[in-house]
């Protein structure tokens, strides 16, 4: 555990190193956690997360039918990776991790306003566990990635190359079908009446859903183990994600409340919503791991959706420092108290760790 805390420590003190000096190295700064988190996830052992030796297993033995056919893109990218590299797992690893990382990394260089929201977010995305969840289930949370970038474009009326890679990220992992939701938010006139029922219509859905997702089980077989958690703790969700969803739920309905002109943001005005939807499927379908997971494609988008919020709320109080401290404060304990945590009870078996042998 002492590890990662070790990698945090070094990014909080490179990051205020490009505090004191941007924006003349901005993007050198972005580039750089890219390549540092990259590296830890990509040149981790097969043995470091709960799902890491099964995928180069599979790897190195060049299956085909991986999850039914559902995550022919995934087979096809690591067949690439095999023949170009003799089946070299290592790159195969590190391979994964950097088009995870980096995506993630790039859409919030894409969407930040400022330095300050670039940073918040990138803690947010490793102390909320979203970097950790990839050390062990690599395979979505790279879909996960690419449907932010998906997104983006979309938003920016670039449609044939967000369908694309839609599709791209619904053949790495099957949940990401889940991401077509989006097109429907997008295409949403965005107000709170809009905001309301959209976020309790995803908490309705939840209780309605059981018949869709034995559906979706009975084309990927691979996901009916999760339907059985219900009346079984092998792998229903603790509960956590209760706490979770609450916290970013708090952000999405004052933020809108103080500040009205984040509905006209066309981009933040479909984040607020992507994160609202994304907090009520962590709140009400919390008993289901499979529903949790993908509550990921959307509770992601809180990541940059609270630091963009803290900067709209405090221009309602007259000390603005003071309460963007305070605010800041509040999110980072919350996150490093999460961290901890997740870390303690060794989630995704991602302890103790070591690099590639």
């Keep these: 555990m002492l590890f990662y805390f070790i990698q945090i420590f070094i990014f909080l003190c490179y990051s205020f190193f490009f505090y004191l000096i941007r924006p003349n190295l ?19 052992s097969y043995w470091v997360g709960t799902d ?35 089946g070299n797992y290592h790159v195969f690893l590190m ?48 879909a996960v990635s690419i449907s932010l970038i998906a997104t983006y474009l979309c938003i920016k009326n670039r449609w044939l190359w967000g369908l694309l890679l839609f599709l791209i990220a619904v053949g790495i992992h099957s949940t990401a079908i889940i991401c077509f939701i989006n097109i429907v938010i997008l ?32 084309i990927f077989g691979h996901y009916e183990m999760y ?39 066309k981009i933040f005005s479909n ?6 939807i994304g907090a009520m499927i962590y709140i009400a379908g919390y008993k289901l791991q499979l529903l949790i997971r993908m509550a990921d494609y959307f509770a992601i988008y ?24 305070i605010l800041t404060s509040t999110i ?3 996150g490093f108290i999460l961290l901890y945590y997740k870390l303690s009870k060794n989630m995704g078996d991602i302890i103790p760790y070591s690099f590639n042998s």
């Design 26 to 44: 901005e993007r050198t700064y972005y580039v750089l956690v890219a390549i540092h988190f990259s590296i830890i996830m990509g040149m981790r």
């Design 52 to 86: 890491t030796s099964q995928y180069v297993g599979i790897y190195l033995q060049r299956l085909t039918d991986f999850n039914q056919g559902g995550g022919a893109v995934y087979n096809w990218i690591s067949n690439i990776i095999w023949i170009l590299t003799n």
């Design 227 to 265: 339907l059985n958690t219900f009346n079984s703790n092998a792998l229903s969700s603790k509960g956590g994600t209760i706490i979770l969803g609450l916290f970013i739920m708090v952000f999405v309905v004052i933020t809108p409340l103080l500040s009205p002109d984040i509905l006209k943001n």
């Design 187 to 218: 295409k949403l006139k965005k107000s709170k009446k809009t905001l309301i029922i959209a976020v309790l219509f995803s908490g309705i859905f939840i209780f309605a859903s059981g018949s869709l997702l034995n559906k979706f089980a009975s």
């Design 302 to 325: 809180s990541t940059v959706l609270l630091p963009f919020s803290v900067e709209q709320i405090i221009t309602k109080f007259s000390n603005r420092n003071t309460a963007k401290a």
């Design 332 to 334: 980072m304990i919350a």
């Design 95 to 142: 391979v994964l991790s950097t088009l995870t990382v980096s995506l993630y990394i790039l859409f919030v260089y894409l969407v930040k306003t400022n330095y300050y929201e670039g940073f918040l977010s990138i803690y947010i995305y490793i102390t909320f566990y979203y970097y950790f969840n990839a050390f062990n289930i690599q395979r979505q949370m790279l």
């Design 271 to 276: 984040i607020l919503f992507f994160s609202g």
